[in-house]
Every structure is written in C-alpha cells, then in structure tokens.
C-alpha cells in the first residue's frame, strides 16, 4: 500500500502501487456546488459522462454500470482544470489567510479530479487495456504537472506558511493543528522554498520521473505474455495437480494455443510452480524467465531504473538532502536511513545462519533422493517442500483442500471481525461491479448502523497487475461527510470451471493482510480528507495489516473455517498442529529474499546526485555483496528491473516499511493474545487508537495509547522462528 505520489491535498489519488500487498492513500474531495457549476461544458458533459457528477449511488459509490472507458479522460482533463481555477481562487484571496479560506478550501477542492482519478487508477490495475494505458501515459506527465503547479505556487504557500507560523494561536484543535503542519511540511518538500530556477528543474524532474515510473509499469504488463512458459505435453509437467493441469491447459487454449499448457509468471522472483514440477530443466526455465524479465528488448527496464535513481537523487539534492532516501525517510517513523540499515544490520547475521541451515537440509535432501548437483535457487523451493514434507509430513495440496474460498472469507475473515470489531457484511448485489468477479458488501458496525461499503476482487484475470492491494473509492471523512469505500484486490487463481477454488495458506493470510488495510480505511474516523485512513506514514501502514495476518492461524479462527471442501469435516487437530508447526519453516529464506530486495532498495537511494547512471546488474551484485546477503541459492524477492513498488508504486526507499510495520505487528499481536485474544475489548481498543485516527496523530503515540508502552521487536524474532534460532 502506499500513499498517493502527489500530496493529498491536490486531490488526484493516484492509487497504482504497491505493497505486495499495498493500499493507497491520501484524498481530497471537495464542494459539489462548485463542481458542478464549474462551466456549461461541464453542466453538459455530466449528462453524459457520470463521472462529472458526485455519484447517486449509496455512499457515493462509483457507478460501474454508466462508466466507461471513454469517461475518463475527459473528466481527469476537467477535474484538473476546475481544481487549478479552484487553487487560485485561494491562492489570490485578498483576505489574509485563515484555516477555513486557506486549508479547509485547499481541502475542499478537487472534487471532480479525485472522484475520477480515485475510479480510474483502480482500473488501471484490476481492468487494463491498451486504452486505459494510453489515457495512464498521457495523465502522468499532466497530472505530475498539476501537482506541481499547486505545491510550487508563492502565494499558496505564503499563506500556508503563515497559517503554520501562527498556529498555536489560531484556536485550532489537535487535528486541525497537525493538518496545517501537514499541508507546510508538504509544501516545503516539494520544493516549495525554492528559487524560480531550482523550481523549473524540479517541474523538469517529477515530469520525467512520472513518465519513466509509467512506462516502467507498462513495461510489466507487457512482458508478461511475451514470458509466459509454454509446455507441449502433459508428462512435462509432472508434480502438478491435475486442478493445475487443467488450468494451464485453459490458460493457453484462452491465449490461443489449444493443446499447449501456459505457466503464467507472478510478480515475484520465486514462482509457484516451482514448489511441485519435478522437472528441473522446466524449473530452471521458469526460474530464469522470472528473474531475467524486463532485460532486453522492448521491455527492458534497465535504462529506465538507472535513469529514475539518478533522477531521485538529483531532486533529492536540489531540496537539500544528500539522497533520495534521506529524503523520503524524514517524515517517516523511522526517520533516517541508518536506523533502517540498522534494523536490517542487526538481523542479517542471524537471518544467514538460518538460511544457511536451511540450504543444508536442502541439499542433504537432493542427495538422499539421488542427486548429486549444487543447490540452485530453481531447487530452492521443490526440495524445501519434500524437507517439509519429511519434517512436518506437511503436503501443501492437502492442506488446501481445508481453505475452500467462500469458507475463508466467510467463516475465517469475516467472521474475526465480527469477533474483534462487532461487524457485519452484507452482500449487495445490487451495486455495480467493474467486473464479474467483483462483489459489493455493505458493512455493519455492531449497533447495527451501515459504516462503509467494501469491494472484494480476489480472483487472478488478465489485466489484473500481480499483487495483492487496497485502495478506496471514497475515503472517510467528516468535512465532506463522506463514507468509506474500500476495496481490496488479489491474484488467487480460479478453480477449474465449476469446481470450489482451494486458496494456498499463503493467500489465506495475504486475505487477512489486504482486509487489515480495508478496515483501517473503513474505520476512519477523522474531520479532514487529508488524514483519513491509510494517509499514514509508509512504515506505519503495513501495521493494521500484518498485525491481522496471524488471526488467520489462530485457534478460535482456524477452527471455524478450515473445514475440507468437499466433505464439511474440520481439520484434523494433527494437520492444523503441523500448519502451526511449520510455521517457522523456510523463514530464513523468507526473510533473506525480503531483506535483499529492501537493501536493494536502500542502496539505489543512497546514490548520490553526482553518480553516474548505473549498470543495473553489476549495481545489484555489489549492493547485495556488501551486505552479505549474496546468497546464489536465495536471490532478491524482486530484482531491479521488476520492483514494481519501488521503481513504479510509491515504496522508493521504502520497502524496509514492511519490516518496521511487522515489529509493531508482532508486538501488538503478542499484547493482545496477552490481554485474551480473540474478543471485542481488544479490537475496540486497535479500532479507536489505530484504525479510526488515521494520520490525525503522531503514529509512536498512537501506538502508546494502544500498548501502553513502545514496541519491541522480541515478538517479531519469535514471530519469525529468528530468536531461538530456525527449527
Ligand atoms: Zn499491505
């Protein structure tokens, strides 16, 4: 998840990132009245474009069944324009400023752009076409310009800035106060105290940034048909269920070449079907077209990624920092890029000695089943699974067959936040969807009253980008009297036509993670648009989340939804004893292949401005080699050229976020199983001094309030099998 590339307060949420598992964030709405008596041409076009109008619908949900592809343009080209006449209105006020004229009006604006823009960069990642691409490549550069055009204005920022100066005395309560802080700090990291020349380059910077950041993502959705594997038989394909059999048969037959079967490439390094093929010429060739994607030819990714580090670093410099990163850690919770370094430093040496016990146990396994060659990282995974296997007598397939989708959802997800928070959801087939798949819920709190709206698209389809996210379509807020409208989206594939889909632990767990996000933005409870939900620091976001994801294992939850697919019966207590068992299993991989990524992550944003463009693969070689984590057998969860969070989504030296997200996770998770676990006193106690504040409080306080005292990361190294040492 991550939080808007432009400032909230400009109203374009441009939501197209990231968390593996992201969200979005950061909104802004504003006056309908205004809006829609902008100009006739508008007046007009809202008769036939439903994006030009606030939304009829309950809770201003979009109208899926009027929208169509030809609206959006349009109303993003308006939208921009009526908040451009809107800001100048405020910044050319004669009245000297005050909260309301100045911020409350800046917070108001943007209506129509942040209606439209917030509908369709949700389509551009669950519904793209090459026309909604071309309308992403013509907005980038437009709406990074708008952007600017507002952060970048002297008179704007004069009365921003003179609203701050002042604003202890202006009678402002603690939102309102931290909200003026919020809009300076903002103005002041966009450059806005620069000299007209400095802000030339820094207009010339964030338009090239946004366009090589789209191409770099357009660059993904393209490649992943042209890196697909085909297989020509059956017998090549050995270790796969028969449900994926036919399934990659489908696959190809919908691709055109009936009687082949497709392996599709997911958006990480490691690929699922590496788990169970047993050929390994097939593995090999999967492996490489994962970790060699977007190197050459139309696709290739790599100028661009060294383009972007240098340019990142060039605007860094201009505002004053040593590096991207420096930067974009200053207004986080971890604050400075040693603390991140330090965190990971301080967990790398036990982190290696776990993964290297783990690749002995592995090749010890190729040798047993008569073998003879070294570890690579396309063995990796098949033969962790037969040491599983042997350890835990733990088969993923069978274990699958207890997480029947609708029984997840339902009996597992649902059912948790009903037990934590009191809620209910309501399915609502009478609200349009985008897309067949897509299920509208209404949401309930425990007195009965109707809170939000949640969208649920879980299932893998052409068009979709690969992860797992949350965004809204309407971010809470009482201002605007605006209520929630949450959506989360995954890529769990579709069980055969007419079968149940049968949904990997992992997926299970990655529902509870995206849902964590969904309730931080359904229990918004804030006054401004600004702060609501998931507007929160980047290493603050991935909390609600991870702290949700450990529910899915719980006792009192597993119990009620893991039941077989076909027979009803529970899970045998020997089964669920081995899935908590194993828990721990692989986690020095696990947490290898996400530290490389993160470090990779930090090093592109520690270059500084004068760095010359960089080799991209030598960069990396040396960038895991000086943190010694350049383990052969265990590369980067994502390499340079498809780190989409990093390169196109808004996680630039952020990625470690996930990390710092967990230790809060861990150590509110351990409190709470401390405090009687699953029940309604502890999830009111998260609900009100985590989920509904938002970013209306500094985040270490917030969690104070709801711990009692600051995390640790004791929780985490359990959490992880770390602090006792694997296995
Ligand atoms: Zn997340």
């Not at 308006?78 to 009245?95: D, H, S």
């Not at 752009?113 to 369709?120: D, G, P």
Request: proline share 4%.
């Amino acid at each position: 998840m991550r939080k808007t590339l432009i400032a909230s307060a400009i109203g374009a949420a441009i939501t197209l990132s990231a968390c593996s598992k992201p969200a979005e964030e950061a909104t802004t709405t504003a006056a309908v009245e205004q809006t829609q008596t902008a100009t006739p041409a508008a007046e007009q076009g809202a008769v036939s474009n439903p994006l030009l109008a606030k939304s009829t619908l309950q809770y201003e949900a979009p109208a899926f069944d009027q929208i169509k592809v030809e609206h959006y343009q349009p109303a993003l080209e308006e939208g921009i324009k009526q908040q451009m006449a809107e800001i100048l209105t405020i910044a050319g006020n004669t009245e000297p400023a005050t909260f309301d004229n100045t911020i409350v009006a800046m917070e108001k604006s943007g209506e129509l752009l942040n209606r439209a823009s917030r509908v369709f960069y949700n389509m551009t990642g669950t519904i793209s076409n090459p026309t909604i691409q071309q309308i992403q490549s013509e907005m980038a550069p437009k709406l990074a310009a708008h952007s600017d055009n507002i952060n970048l204005n002297p008179q704007l920022f004069a009365r921003v800035k003179s609203l701050y100066d002042t604003r202890a005395t202006l009678g402002l309560d603690a939102e309102a106060t931290r909200l003026v802080e919020d809009y300076y700090e903002r103005f002041v990291r966009a450059g806005a105290n620069l000299t007209e020349e400095q802000k030339t380059k820094i207009r010339a910077l964030n338009e090239e940034q946004s366009t090589l950041t789209n191409n770099y993502q357009q660059n993904l959705m393209a490649m992943k048909d042209q890196i697909a594997v085909y297989v020509d038989t059956k017998e090549e394909l050995a270790g796969l269920s028969e449900a994926e059999i036919t399934a990659a048969a489908e696959g190809a037959k919908a691709k055109g070449k009936e009687g082949k079967f497709i392996i599709e490439i997911t958006n990480t390094t490691r690929q699922p079907a590496l788990a169970s093929l047993e050929n390994r010429e097939l593995r090999k060739k999967i492996w490489e077209a994962s970790a060699n994607r977007g190197t050459s030819g139309e696709t290739d990714n790599q100028p661009i990624v060294a383009r972007l580090a240098q340019l990142r670093a060039e605007r860094a410099a201009l505002l004053g920092y040593n590096n991207w990163a420096t930067y974009q850690l200053e207004p986080t919770m971890a604050k400075t890029p040693k603390a991140v370094m330090d965190m990971f430093a301080s967990m790398v040496p036990a982190v290696i000695e776990n993964t290297k016990k783990e690749a002995e146990a592995i090749q010890a396994m190729i040798k047993e089943t008569g073998s003879d060659f070294e570890l690579q990282p396309w063995d990796w995974e098949f033969y962790a699974e037969k040491v599983r296997k042997a350890k835990y007598d733990l088969d993923e397939a069978q274990v699958r067959e207890y997480f029947e989708f609708e029984r997840v959802l339902t009996d597992g997800m649902f059912y948790t936040m009903n037990k934590l928070f009191g809620i209910t959801m309501k399915e609502r087939p009478d609200l349009p969807v985008y897309h067949p798949d897509v299920k509208a819920y209404e949401v309930f709190d425990g007195d009965g009253s109707s809170i939000a709206l949640f969208y649920a698209d879980y299932f893998a389809r052409d068009g979709k980008r690969g992860g797992a996210w949350m965004s809204s379509f309407v971010a809470q807020n009482k201002l605007l009297n605006q209520k929630p409208v949450v959506v989360n989206v995954m890529n769990i594939p579709k069980g055969p036509a007419g079968e149940p889909t049968l949904v990997s632990y992992d997926n299970v767990t990655t529902m509870f993670h995206e849902f964590g996000h969904a309730v931080h933005g359904l229990f918004s409870d804030v006054t401004y648009p600004t702060l609501a939900g998931t507007a929160v620091s980047r290493d603050f976001v991935e909390f609600p989340s991870t702290f949700q994801e450990d529910w899915a294992a719980h006792p009192d939850v597993i119990g009620n939804y893991a039941k077989h697919y076909k027979t009803g019966e529970a899970i045998p207590a020997e089964l669920l004893a081995k899935i908590m068992k194993s828990r721990s299993f692989n986690q020095g991989f696990d947490t290898l292949e996400y530290m490389s990524a993160a470090l990779l992550d930090m090093e592109w944003h520690a270059l500084p401005a004068d760095a010359p463009l960089q080799d991209v693969q030598k960069f990396e070689a040396e960038a895991l080699k000086k943190h010694g984590v350049d383990l052969i057998a265990v590369p980067p969860r994502y390499k340079s050229t498809y780190f989409a969070h990093v390169f196109s989504g808004g996680y630039s030296a952020s990625y470690y976020a996930y990390m710092w997200s967990e230790i809060l996770a861990a150590d509110a998770y351990a409190h709470v199983q401390n405090q009687g676990g699953l029940k309604l006193e502890n999830g009111i106690n998260f609900r009100k001094n985590i989920l509904s504040i938002g970013n209306s409080k500094d985040p270490m306080e917030a969690y104070k309030a709801f711990r009692g005292q600051e995390p640790t990361t004791d929780a985490l190294l359990i959490r992880r099998g770390l602090k006792t040492g694997i296995n």
